[in-house]
């Protein structure tokens, strides 16, 4: 069986500032403390997935800078393929502004700096990496030509492919890109977003309005609440184990790892969802996104508890 995992993404340094509350427009708060992390939702993706024990490669870009080293080398630690991530002389590594407040809810500015610059051109270079994978993840954080290409060639090659639709845009995604996806992964706010209307009390009701656009699976990230998957049968809910949240960044990243690692091994839907659940789960009792990626030794001991 092919058990690889190819990331097309972004990869952000994380400048984190803790505060007790989000200040309001025109106000000015103090914050608890301020810290750099690796990030970004492609990264965080490859970084979580290796944790959890897949063999994974990740395509994206950063500038020739310190946090561009500082990155590729977070993905080297873990085990990542870094050899298809460009080094761009002429663009900054992209940077994301996050500010976590007292319950661990997270608001997020990016920039994306080398990430606006991934090229449709280098996707293709990374052709036969790509077709052969077992399992592609995609972010929307890389311009949207790039998450398209890749997305078909995944889909050309057989490979799972998973869309991750953040951020979200205002624009509905082309259905010629939602034809390639078999996992389609908003959380509630991108789900209200890509619909075009509140969610209110029917996740079910507006997942289904979004599966029409074309991708084979709707799974939404409801935070604490698990998830809801909806696809051509029912709907089944992926429960979320119960955790006290310090720093949610990251947990919709560990999400769509464990997803990938459990389907690339083969395993069943449901044995799937309980491990994306818990590896998403587990990363929010912990600050920042890559460091705290559980690993598959803590998420097989949370799903024995
Ligand atoms: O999903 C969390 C990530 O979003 C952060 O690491 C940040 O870089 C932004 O991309």
């Not at 092919?2 to 994380?14: E, F, P, R, W, Y």
């Not at 002429?90 to 920039?111: K, L, R, W």
Request: charged residues 20%; negative net charge.
């Amino acid at each position: 069986m092919k058990t690889q995992i190819v990331v097309v993404g972004s990869l952000n340094a994380d400048l984190v500032t803790r505060l007790e509350r989000f200040p309001a427009p025109g106000e000015t708060v103090t914050a608890l403390d301020f810290t750099v992390h690796p990030g970004g939702k492609g990264a965080n993706q490859a970084y979580a997935a290796a944790r959890l024990g897949g063999q994974v490669a990740m395509v994206g870009s950063v500038g020739r800078d310190l946090y561009g080293e500082r990155l590729t080398e977070s993905l080297r630690s873990a085990g990542v393929d870094v050899t298809p991530v460009d080094r761009d002389a002429e663009a900054p590594t992209g940077m994301a502004f996050i500010n976590v407040d007292g319950s661990g809810q997270n608001e997020i500015v990016i920039v994306p700096g080398a990430n606006a610059r991934l090229t449709v051109e280098r996707v293709r270079a990374q052709e036969a990496r790509i077709a052969s994978a077992a399992v592609v993840l995609l972010q929307l954080e890389v311009p949207l030509p790039v998450v398209e290409t890749a997305a078909r060639i995944a889909r050309d090659g057989g490979a799972v492919v998973i869309l991750d639709p953040a951020p979200a845009p205002v624009q509905p995604l082309p259905a010629s890109l939602l034809g390639c996806v078999d996992f389609l992964t908003p959380n509630l706010g991108e789900l209200e977003t890509l619909t075009g209307r509140a969610v209110g009390g029917d996740v079910e009701a507006a997942a289904r309005r979004l599966a029409k656009g074309g991708a084979r699976r709707v799974v939404v990230k409801m935070g604490e609440a698990g998830a809801l998957l909806v696809d051509a049968g029912g709907p089944s809910l992926w429960p979320a184990p119960r955790v006290k949240a310090i720093d949610t960044t990251g947990a919709g990243d560990a999400f769509n790892a464990a997803l990938a690692v459990a389907l690339a091994e083969g395993l069943p839907l449901a044995e799937a969802g309980r491990l994306a659940v818990t590896a998403g789960a587990l990363c929010v009792t912990r600050a920042g996104a890559q460091p705290s990626m559980a690993s598959r030794e803590e998420v097989a001991a949370a799903l024995a508890r």
